[in-house]
């Protein structure tokens, strides 16, 4: 692959517990990206950064924070975990803010 | 209404036929982009364009900015071509992505 991991790749989790997803990179690109795909939308963008310390929210960003304070990690918290934040989570990365760029595997969250 | 709408929603094809999955967008945009996921997989870039045509082995892919509509085309269909083929362009005023819903494929033998 093109040098970028999410872990875990599945998670279960219960209703009001924080959960921490990770978004890996080998690559040194500076944009990375949180995305959620749920059926029947397209996907959308939660947060995004555009270098270390440098973060900013996307469309769905409420129930989310994220940190990045290294290059190569992006991650993703659900303060406290909804069933509606049940989906699959994809990261993305680019050298070129959203002009190209590369995506996980996707991490599949399921809140009971 | 959606700002990206795809075209089929859903699709299937025998071995050989040649496809035509279509997006069209009511927004200013900078670039198209067409992507590629398959089942419980990944998602990966295909092509993104802003003009014309470009071409990628079976892979064509077309936009009509005057239009606001894009095309992508498979020549020569394959099972393994079977997968979900999302649309998503890269609003002008925005700076950001907006994805359509996709269309899923699905190529019998």
């Known amino acids: 692959d093109a040098g970028i991991t999410q872990s875990p790749r599945h998670k279960v989790t219960e209703t009001g517990t924080p959960v921490t997803l990770r978004c890996h990179q080998t690559?040194?690109?500076?944009?990375m990206y949180w995305y959620r795909q749920d059926p029947g939308h397209g996907l959308r963008l939660i947060h995004y950064?555009?270098?270390?310390?440098?973060?900013d929210k996307g469309e769905v960003s409420d129930g989310y924070s994220v940190s990045r304070s290294k290059t190569e990690d992006f991650l993703l918290t659900l303060e406290s975990a909804t069933s509606s934040q049940t989906s699959v989570y994809f990261c993305?990365?680019?050298?070129?803010?959203?002009?190209?760029?590369?995506f996980g595997s996707g991490t599949r969250l399921t809140v009971v | 209404k959606n700002e990206v709408e795809q075209s089929p929603q859903n699709l299937t094809a025998q071995e050989g036929e040649f496809i035509t999955i279509n997006c069209s967008y009511s927004?200013?945009?900078?670039?198209l982009h067409w992507l590629q996921q398959h089942p419980g997989g990944g998602i990966v870039s295909l092509f993104m364009?802003?003009?014309g045509k470009k071409k990628h082995g079976r892979l064509i892919a077309t936009i009509n900015i005057q239009e606001k509509h894009s095309s992508l085309h498979i020549t020569a269909s394959h099972p393994r071509d079977s997968a979900v083929y999302i649309c998503?362009?890269?609003?002008?005023?925005?700076?950001?992505?907006?994805f359509g819903t996709g269309t899923r494929l699905q190529v019998f033998p």
């Open positions: 950064s555009y270098g270390v310390k440098d973060t």
């Open positions: 998503a362009v890269l609003s002008y005023n925005t700076d950001k992505l907006i």
């Open positions: 364009l802003s003009s």
């Open positions: 993305a990365i680019s050298t070129q803010g959203f002009h190209g760029y590369t």
């Open positions: 690559e040194n690109h500076r944009y």
């Open positions: 927004v200013g945009i900078s670039a």
